[in-house]
């Protein structure tokens, strides 16, 4: 068996007129980076939860993508973070939403996951028990760029401010480790001017994020609420596990799905055996790949 990790930095209306060359190059930087982190924990034999977990921890500090620092701005101008991890060798899982002031809100999930009884937390308890954990913690404000504040401006004068074809982006990692486990996590700042608590998919298991050992791990990106109302990550390895269906089949036939209702988006799969996998329908998907023998960075669709 052979290690593998995918890292994906949000999908949307990316092309070669819509970045200059410095945010082409910076965004390219960051996903080699990640890979870099993850990459490392798997070549020495490491768990693909660790992988996956010190790739995001990589994209959220970096703010070409919309989690950790750089993540979109709520209606009412604030940092709402949400994340979560999952490990395919028992389907435990740890997730986060509405979080503020924890500066790697994935570390925070695995604690979730790891010392608490509970899967989901949100909110101030979230918060709390980010603290109480010795997570740790940053000023709000380290979260917050010009650049947000500007495009949520410019999203409030409009009055069709929700937009479920914008960018988006969310960061994620699948990996499978030298022993055969898999492991998925997603991280994000949702959308720009979200209200009333709104929570998407990322967070969600098995609709932004799965892993099972029986089929695959899947990190979503996309429009929240219809990856939510086909649960996609889990659709996905269900194909896989139970309809035999190999990874590129299952994964376009439930962005198919997702399309149908008026959903854009992509995911990055990774199964328990064979290559790893990315799939959307936008024009473009921040995605990279590294194993043992490969490797590849890409942001176009006609890379």
């Not at 994906?8 to 910076?26: F, N």
């Not at 994000?188 to 298991?205: A, E, H, L, Q, S």
């Not at 329908?281 to 942001?299: D, E, F, K, W």
Request: negative net charge; proline residues 3%; hydrophobic residues 45%.
């Amino acid at each position: 068996m052979t290690w593998t990790l995918m890292v994906h930095g949000g999908a949307g209306r990316i092309d070669r007129d819509a970045l200059t060359p410095a945010m082409d190059a910076g965004a390219r930087a960051g996903l080699a980076q990640a890979l870099d982190a993850g990459a490392a924990v798997l070549a020495a034999g490491g768990d693909a939860l660790d992988a996956v977990q010190a790739a995001v921890e990589v994209l959220e500090d970096d703010p070409h993508f919309n989690a950790g620092r750089g993540a979109v701005l709520t209606f009412d101008g604030q940092i709402e973070h949400d994340a979560a991890i999952m490990d395919g060798r028992d389907r435990n899982a740890g997730a986060v939403a509405g979080i503020a002031g924890t500066r790697h809100p994935v570390a925070l999930a695995r604690a979730v996951m790891e010392h608490s009884p509970h899967v989901f937390l949100a909110g101030s308890g979230a918060n709390s028990f980010s603290r109480e954990q010795g997570v740790e913690q940053i000023d709000p404000d380290w979260f917050v760029l010009p650049e947000r504040r500007a495009q949520l401006a410019k999203m409030k004068a409009d009055k069709d401010w929700f937009d479920v074809d914008m960018k988006y982006g969310t960061v994620g990692a699948v990996a499978r480790d030298a022993a055969g486990h898999v492991a998925a996590a997603t991280s994000t700042g949702g959308v720009t001017g979200k209200r009333w608590g709104r929570i998407g998919d990322t967070p969600m298991i098995g609709a932004g994020t799965f892993a099972d050992d029986r089929a695959c791990a899947v990190s979503c990106t996309g429009s929240g609420e219809f990856f939510l109302r086909e649960s996609v990550a889990r659709e996905i390895a269900a194909r896989i596990r139970l309809a035999g269906e190999i990874p590129e089949q299952a994964a376009a036939t439930v962005l198919a799905g997702v399309r149908a209702m008026g959903g854009t988006g992509g995911v990055i799969v990774c199964p328990s055996n064979g290559d790893p996998v990315w799939h959307f329908n936008t024009l473009g998907m921040y995605r990279g790949t590294v194993s043992a023998t490969a490797r590849t960075v890409a942001i176009y669709g006609d890379e």
